[in-house]
C-alpha cells in the first residue's frame, strides 16, 4: 500500500495503519517516517495579499514607535534632567551629613586642633555645596546669594564660598525669550518692540534685564525677562530646597533652619509674578512721590505680564561704586542719610510699603547736576517683587524697642522685645545683638550711636554667647514671626551698605534719624489713642501727650543741631 493513501496526512496527528493481514517491514518503516513528519511544525504559507498587509502593519507599528518617542522626547528629558538634578542635591548632601558627623565625633586634646578640623569640614562642604548651586542654577542661585549674606547665622567659610554666586547669575539666551514671550503673548518679540538688545544690561538669579523700544511710542525702556528655565525646574527645586532642610534638621535637631525653606515657599511665588511686582512698583513710587520729598527714582512701570515687566529705562552706578561718587563729588553722609530716611520710613511710616529685598544690586545712585551740593544725586531703587506692609502694632512696638535700645533702657528693652516677637529672657541678649549688629554689652553703655562697629567686638560677640552661639540664633530665627525676619533682613543689609558708605561721620547720623521715626511713631500712637478716648484736654490725657511731644521734640532737635553742625563743617571746608 501506498503512503499517498492517506488523504490526511500532515493535517491532523497521524495514527499508523497496518493491513491486519500484511506484517510488511517496509509499509511499517514508510507509516512510521510519515508519523514522524506529521508531529514536527508545519510553516505557515500566505498569499502574496497576506505578506502585503502584514508589511503595511509593521510599517505602522514602526512609525507609530518612533512617532511616540518623537511626542516624548521633552517628558523623556526632563524626567533624565530631573534625575540629575535631584541626584546632585541627595548625594552632596549626603556627604556633607556624613562628613559633620566623622568630624564631630573625633576629639582631640588640642582645642585648636579641634577648630581646624572643624573649619576644614566647613570649606569642604561648602565648596561641594556651591557646585551643586552652580551646576542646577534656577534658584538655588538665589538660595545661595541669601546664604552668602548670613554672616550672623553661617560659619564664615560658608558665607564668603558664596560669595562668587552674586556675579554668577544666569543668562538666558536671546531665541530663549523670543520663544517664551510668543508663548505668553501670542505675539512675535518684534512685533512690539523696534529694537531689543540680544545681550541683557544685567542677570540675576530670577530675570535678567534688556534694553529696548517700543515700537509705537519709540520710548527707550528697560525690559525685565524672567528666566525661561524657571518654569520647568522651580517646583522641583522648591521640593528639593524643602527635602534639604527638613533633612538637614532630622540629622543635627539643633541646627533647624526650615524656617527659610518655609520664607522661601511664601516668598518665591510673589517674586516669580511680574504683574504683581508692577502693582508693588506703582504703589511704592505714589506713596513716596505724596509723602515725602525724597531724592528717590522707582522706575514707572509701562506694562506688566507674568514673566515680561517694561519699565522707564533709569540707570546708575552701585552704591559701593566709590570712585563714581567721588568722581562726581556726591556726599557719602548724605547718601548715608538718605538712605536712612528711605527705609526708616519704609518700616516706620503708617501704611508704607517695606522693601524687603534691598540689597547692592537693588539700589543705584546717580549723578543730578540740577542740584547743589551735597545734595546732587538720586538714589534708584529697583525690584519691587517682595513687599510688606507691616500692622500699625508691629511698627509702635518695633519703634518703642528701638526707643529703648538708644536710651540703653534695658526693662523696655525686654519688655517691647517679647511684645515685637515673643523674645524670652533667655533670648533677649542675643536678639538685641541680632536687630543692632552690636554688642549686646555695647548697648548697655550708651555707646550704640556714638561708635562704630569694628572686627574687635564682631570676635566679642561669639565670646559672650560661646561656642553654640550659631544653634542659639538658629532657634532664635526659627520663633520670631516672619515679617520681624524680613525687617530685620531689612535692617541688615541697610546697615551693610551704611558701612560700604564709608562715611567720615560714623553711625551717628544713622542712629539719630532711626530715633526720629521711632519717636514720631510714638507720638502720632498717643495723638491717636487720646483722641479716641474723647478727652484730650482732660489733665492726664494733657499730661501723657506733652510726655509723647517732649520725647519727640528732644530727638528732632538733636537731629536738627547735629546736621547743622556737619553742614557748618562742610561751609568752612573742614572735611
Not at 103 to 132: I, S, W, Y
Not at 364 to 388: E, T
Not at 475 to 497: F, H
Not at 501 to 529: C, D, N
Request: net charge positive; with cysteine.
Amino acid at each position: 500500500m501506498r503512503l499517498n493513501a492517506f488523504p490526511m496526512l500532515g493535517r491532523r496527528p497521524f495514527q499508523p495503519w497496518t493491513c491486519p493481514r500484511c506484517t510488511c517491514s517496509q509499509l511499517k518503516a514508510e507509516a512510521r517516517r510519515a508519523y514522524s513528519r506529521s508531529r514536527q511544525p508545519q510553516p505557515i504559507r500566505l498569499v502574496r495579499g497576506a505578506k502585503r498587509v502584514n508589511r503595511i502593519y509593521l510599517a505602522v507599528a514602526t512609525v507609530g514607535v518612533a512617532g511616540s518617542a518623537y511626542l516624548l522626547r521633552d517628558d523623556i528629558r526632563h524626567w533624565y534632567h530631573a534625575a540629575v538634578r535631584s541626584g546632585r542635591v541627595v548625594s552632596t548632601l549626603y556627604l556633607c551629613i556624613q562628613d559633620y558627623r566623622t568630624t564631630l565625633r573625633q576629639h582631640h586634646d588640642d582645642a585648636e586642633e579641634e577648630v581646624a578640623l572643624l573649619k576644614a569640614c566647613h570649606k569642604r562642604c561648602a565648596e561641594r555645596t556651591l557646585r551643586v548651586l552652580e551646576q542646577n542654577g534656577s534658584i538655588f542661585i538665589k538660595l545661595g546669594q541669601h546664604l552668602s549674606s548670613m554672616g550672623y547665622l553661617l560659619p564664615t567659610e560658608w558665607t564668603t564660598t558664596f560669595v562668587p554666586l552674586q556675579d554668577k547669575c544666569p543668562v538666558s539666551s536671546y531665541e530663549s525669550i523670543e520663544r517664551m514671550y510668543f508663548r505668553d503673548t501670542g505675539r512675535e518679540l518684534l512685533d512690539d518692540f523696534e529694537e531689543f538688545s540680544r545681550l541683557p544690561l544685567g542677570a540675576a538669579s530670577l530675570a535678567q534685564v534688556h534694553t529696548a523700544v517700543l515700537k509705537e511710542s519709540h520710548q527707550k525702556v528697560a525690559c525685565k525677562v524672567q528666566h525661561p528655565a524657571l518654569e520647568e525646574w522651580v517646583p522641583l527645586d522648591m521640593a528639593l530646597t524643602r527635602f534639604t532642610f527638613r533633612t538637614l534638621k532630622r540629622a543635627f535637631p539643633e541646627y533647624d533652619m526650615e524656617w527659610l525653606s518655609e520664607e522661601m515657599d511664601f516668598s518665591l511665588p510673589q517674586e516669580l509674578d511680574f504683574v504683581m511686582e508692577g502693582q508693588n512698583a506703582r504703589f511704592a513710587r505714589k506713596y513716596f512721590s505724596e509723602n515725602t520729598n525724597f531724592p528717590l527714582i522707582i522706575p514707572n512701570v509701562i506694562w506688566a505680564s507674568k514673566r515680561f515687566l517694561v519699565m522707564d529705562h533709569v540707570s546708575g552706578a552701585r552704591l559701593d561704586n566709590l570712585e563714581y561718587l567721588d568722581a562726581h563729588s556726591i556726599s557719602r553722609d548724605e547718601v548715608s542719610a538718605t538712605l536712612a530716611r528711605i527705609f526708616n520710613t519704609m518700616i516706620f511710616s503708617s501704611g508704607a510699603p517695606l522693601h524687603c529685598d534691598p540689597h547692592g544690586g537693588n539700589i543705584a545712585i546717580k549723578h543730578n547736576p540740577a542740584r547743589r551740593y551735597p545734595y546732587n544725586f538720586d538714589l534708584i531703587l529697583y525690584d519691587h517683587g517682595l513687599y510688606r506692609v507691616p500692622d500699625d502694632k508691629v511698627r509702635r512696638d518695633y519703634a518703642k524697642l528701638w526707643l529703648a535700645v538708644i536710651d540703653a533702657d534695658e526693662q523696655r528693652m525686654r519688655k517691647y522685645a517679647y511684645e515685637v516677637a515673643g523674645i524670652t529672657d533667655e533670648q533677649f541678649p542675643l536678639f538685641a545683638s541680632a536687630i543692632t549688629g552690636r554688642d549686646y554689652r555695647v548697648l548697655m553703655r550708651h555707646e550704640i550711636a556714638t561708635s562704630a562697629r569694628d572686627t574687635h567686638e564682631k570676635e566679642a560677640i561669639n565670646e559672650v554667647f560661646g561656642e553654640d552661639l550659631i544653634e542659639q540664633l538658629v532657634k532664635l530665627l526659627g520663633d520670631v514671626p516672619r515679617i520681624i525676619l524680613l525687617i530685620l533682613k531689612t535692617n541688615d543689609l541697610t546697615r551693610s551698605l551704611d558701612e560700604g558708605l564709608q562715611t567720615k561721620s560714623g553711625p551717628i547720623r544713622t542712629f539719630l534719624i532711626l530715633a526720629k521715626y521711632a519717636s514720631r511713631t510714638v507720638w502720632e500712637e498717643q495723638k491717636e489713642i487720646l483722641r479716641k478716648s474723647g478727652h484730650l484736654f482732660s489733665p492726664g490725657n494733657m499730661l501723657q501727650l506733652l510726655r509723647a511731644w517732649v520725647g519727640f521734640m528732644r530727638v528732632e532737635l538733636k537731629l536738627f543741631a547735629y546736621e547743622r553742625y556737619l553742614s557748618w563743617r562742610r561751609h568752612l571746608h573742614l572735611d
